[in-house]
Nanobody, 126 residues
């Protein structure tokens, strides 16, 4: 069983930065496919970024909306995954969820993640 706990959300002005953290327990993050998803009010949850298991070279992928602004990374020692978000826009306002799965699969498909955190709110003001 894998437990995921997100933190780092908050209120930030447009153009600012935030770093979200996802603490994993029950399994090493290097053995998990990890992803970040978000859900804005009134919208469906959508893919943001993902990183594969370490033995697949930790391949990363990003939604078009995140490319060039967001970076996903892993800390093997702390067993955590991060989402560094720069140049934030009002449209980035959402609840951000960390997800994980021990099997290879489509990184941007939320149905292919078994474990989910409770989410952390990110609000970007204009």
């Amino acid at each position: 069983q894998v437990q995921l706990v997100e933190s780092g959300g908050g209120l930030v002005q447009a153009g600012g930065s935030l770093r979200l953290s996802c603490a994993a327990s029950g399994r090493a993050v290097t053995t998990l496919r990890m992803g970040w998803f978000r859900q804005a009010p009134g919208k469906e949850r959508e893919f943001v970024a993902a990183i594969t298991m370490s033995w697949t070279d930790g391949y990363t992928s990003y939604a078009d909306s995140a490319k060039g602004r967001f970076t996903i990374s892993r800390d093997y020692v702390k067993n955590m995954v991060y989402l560094q978000m720069n140049s934030l826009k009002v449209d980035d306002t959402a609840v951000y969820y960390c997800a994980a799965d021990p099997k290879a699969g489509r990184q941007n498909e939320q149905n292919e993640y078994t474990y989910w955190g409770q989410g952390t709110q990110v609000t970007v003001s204009s």
